[in-house]
């Protein structure tokens, strides 16, 4: 079993709709959690980076945690077709640790207009 | 601000042929470096990272090699490539805050024949 799971996709939508991309992880000691998005042939983005449980919203974008049961989401309102490409989330157990990331393998998403 | 450039961007090589990948950040000193290989539909592989010049931890074992001759340059080399060598690499570096938060570059595509 991987450390972090991800849904490879692909994830078709329609714009204006709520997208809901996930991950799952087995490590309880994971600690900060962020969300990557990367276009195609490009170098992957930090989009959201969230510590602990709870909830963090950036303008169309909306990172939950939840520790309890290991799952992470990021939610993307109204979408757009800019929107289309892969999200990466990752997690480490600690700060100062960029060395010991832990990346999903990444869900590709498809918005059409 | 800081960027983070990699060259070059797309690479094809034959077996057995040397590789050097450069990558340079602006606008900040000392920054954790790191050297990933993303494969197609993979998540992101940790080969390398720095936390200074001259300071290099390998990840994972195989036939390439990084250096840091500079604060801000990170390099990564093979003497002899390997068809499994083929990849996406990237080069990122670490937030000010040393959180593990990675801002990468535009990656290097690389196929070996």
């Known amino acids: 079993q991987k450390e972090v799971e991800q849904d490879p996709g692909p994830l078709s939508v329609p714009e204006g709709a709520i997208v809901s991309l996930n991950c799952t992880y087995s490590?309880?000691?994971?600690?900060?959690f962020m969300w990557y998005r990367q276009y195609s042939r490009k170098g992957p983005e930090l989009l959201m980076y969230?510590?602990?449980?709870g909830n963090k919203e950036d303008g169309r974008f909306t990172a939950q945690v939840d520790k309890s049961s290991k799952y992470i989401s990021l939610f993307i309102r109204d979408s757009q077709p800019s929107d289309s490409a892969t999200y990466l989330c990752?997690?480490?157990?600690?700060?100062?640790?960029?060395?010991?990331?832990?990346f999903g393998g990444g869900t590709r998403l498809m918005v059409k207009p | 601000s800081q960027t983070i450039h990699q060259w070059p961007a797309t690479l094809v090589q034959p077996v057995g042929s040397p590789l050097s990948l450069e990558c340079t950040v602006e606008?900040?000193?000392?920054?954790?470096l790191y050297w990933y290989r993303q494969a197609a539909g993979r998540g992101l592989q940790l080969l390398f990272y720095?936390?200074?010049?001259?300071?290099i931890s390998s990840e994972v074992p195989q036939n390439l090699s990084a250096s840091r001759p500079q604060d801000r340059q990170f390099i990564l080399s093979s003497k002899k490539l390997l068809l499994s060598d083929s990849g996406f690499y990237l080069c990122?570096?670490?937030?000010?805050?040393?959180?593990?938060?990675?801002?990468f570059g535009e990656g290097s595509r690389l196929t070996v024949l």
């Open positions: 990122a570096w670490e937030g000010f805050w040393n959180t593990g938060e990675l801002f």
């Open positions: 990752a997690m480490s157990e600690r700060d100062n640790a960029g060395n010991m990331l832990t």
């Open positions: 969230t510590y602990s449980s």
């Open positions: 720095s936390i200074g010049i001259d300071q």
């Open positions: 490590n309880s000691a994971f600690q900060y």
């Open positions: 606008g900040t000193s000392n920054p954790n």
